[in-house]
């Protein structure tokens, strides 16, 4: 017989400002970000049956999305749903029967974090469903195996993120923001742009990166303190960059300047790439201005969204 059914909001998030620093012993770069959560993103519905522990998920993509993998279709280990089911099972002994139906809406491969907060949303309403009583950081530290940018969607709202993305400090967002996401009719692998920004830096013999190569007026920011001050600015002003962007800007006929190129003569004060791509936003005051935005983007055959900054992250309703 049918159990509780909870349904949770697996909200995406942007990179306002992307330093990639050096290669660590284990593999991973040391990273400088800013994450903002926003409120569009993707949505689970998780039904407890019988006791046996078996999952079955189902995904249902909605219309203008980029490519991707089917997530039911993918192997287990790289399937973050079943990844965070299996996490839980292991750590509490939750064996109920589950079924997960998975409403997606965030491209796949945009660099917006639609896996990882889909990982995390499953690792939050499972433990309201099974009782656990994890609070956030336990959560955070639980789902850090499953990937550097899950712990951040524990919390949402806005942090500097350090580390190979694990670390996080909570950050103030003084004014409301709107965004216009674009994303071309593709993805981006991540895997590739790392590979392509380590070439680069190879052949310039040095860490050059989007701040040096004139992408940015402001100097490359180190300092956690420096990038929390400049949040606090107009985002006319914001010294943001991201460091992927010089190595990606002559990808298919240079659509990310085309992209950012566009937003910003829709009035964008400020225009970003989100992580390693394929999802450009400009930064709009609330209203018609971001609506009017998104209409004139939606001509090009971009996928577009308007959406807002999220100060927290919802929370899991049980049905």
Same mark, same amino acid.
């Given at each position: 017989?049918?159990?509780?059914?909870?349904r #949770?909001?697996? %909200?995406?998030?942007?990179?306002?400002?992307?330093e990639?620093?050096?290669?660590r012993a284990?593999?991973?770069h040391?990273?400088?970000?800013?994450f903002?959560?926003?409120?569009f993103g993707?949505?689970?519905?998780?039904?407890?049956?019988? *006791?046996?522990?078996?999952?079955?998920?189902?995904?249902e993509?909605?219309?203008?999305l980029?490519?991707?993998?089917?997530?039911?279709?993918?192997?287990?280990?790289?399937?973050?749903?079943?990844?965070?089911?299996?996490?839980?099972?292991?750590k509490?002994?939750y064996?109920r029967?589950?079924?997960?139906?998975?409403?997606k809406?965030?491209?796949?491969g945009?660099?917006?974090?639609?896996?990882?907060?889909?990982a995390?949303a499953?690792?939050?309403a499972?433990?309201?469903?099974?009782? @656990?009583?994890?609070?956030?950081?336990?959560? @955070?530290?639980?789902?850090?195996?499953?990937g550097?940018?899950?712990?951040?969607?524990?919390?949402g709202?806005? =942090?500097?993120?350090?580390?190979?993305?694990?670390?996080?400090?909570?950050?103030?967002v003084?004014?409301?923001?709107?965004?216009?996401?674009?994303?071309?009719?593709?993805?981006?692998s991540?895997a590739?742009?790392?590979?392509?920004l380590?070439?680069?830096r190879?052949?310039?013999g040095?860490?050059?990166?989007?701040g040096? *190569?004139g992408?940015?007026?402001?100097p490359?920011a180190?300092?956690?303190?420096? #990038?929390?001050?400049a949040?606090? *600015?107009?985002?006319?002003?914001?010294?943001?960059?991201?460091d992927?962007?010089?190595?990606? =800007?002559?990808?298919?006929d240079?659509?990310y300047?085309?992209?950012?190129?566009?937003?910003?003569?829709?009035g964008?004060?400020?225009?970003?790439?989100?992580?390693?791509?394929?999802?450009?936003?400009?930064?709009?005051?609330?209203?018609?201005? =971001?609506r009017?935005a998104?209409?004139?983007?939606?001509?090009?055959?971009?996928?577009v969204q308007?959406t807002?900054f #999220?100060?927290?992250?919802?929370? %899991?309703?049980?049905?």
């Amino acid at each position: 017989m049918p159990g509780r059914t909870c349904r #949770l909001d697996a %909200p995406a998030k942007i990179n306002l400002h992307l330093e990639v620093e050096d290669r660590r012993a284990d593999g991973y770069h040391n990273l400088i970000s800013i994450f903002l959560a926003v409120s569009f993103g993707d949505t689970l519905v998780i039904e407890e049956n019988g *006791a046996g522990g078996t999952t079955a998920i189902t995904m249902e993509r909605e219309t203008g999305l980029s490519g991707g993998d089917d997530l039911a279709a993918l192997p287990p280990e790289k399937n973050l749903v079943f990844r965070a089911v299996e996490l839980f099972r292991e750590k509490t002994r939750y064996n109920r029967d589950l079924a997960i139906r998975l409403i997606k809406r965030v491209p796949a491969g945009g660099g917006l974090g639609g896996g990882s907060s889909d990982a995390a949303a499953v690792l939050r309403a499972l433990n309201v469903l099974a009782g @656990a009583g994890y609070g956030r950081d336990d959560l @955070a530290a639980l789902s850090a195996c499953l990937g550097s940018d899950v712990p951040f969607f524990m919390y949402g709202g806005a =942090a500097l993120v350090t580390g190979r993305g694990e670390i996080m400090r909570p950050l103030d967002v003084p004014a409301p923001l709107c965004f216009v996401m674009v994303t071309p009719r593709f993805g981006s692998s991540t895997a590739r742009a790392f590979a392509l920004l380590d070439a680069a830096r190879g052949r310039a013999g040095g860490n050059a990166g989007y701040g040096d *190569a004139g992408y940015g007026d402001g100097p490359r920011a180190h300092h956690g303190d420096y #990038l929390a001050r400049a949040l606090g *600015a107009e985002p006319s002003s914001w010294p943001f960059y991201n460091d992927f962007l010089p190595v990606l =800007a002559g990808e298919q006929d240079g659509i990310y300047p085309r992209m950012m190129g566009e937003l910003h003569a829709a009035g964008a004060a400020f225009t970003g790439l989100s992580g390693s791509g394929s999802s450009c936003f400009g930064v709009f005051p609330p209203g018609t201005a =971001a609506r009017r935005a998104a209409a004139r983007l939606k001509k090009h055959g971009f996928f577009v969204q308007t959406t807002i900054f #999220l100060a927290s992250m919802p929370d %899991p309703m049980l049905q």
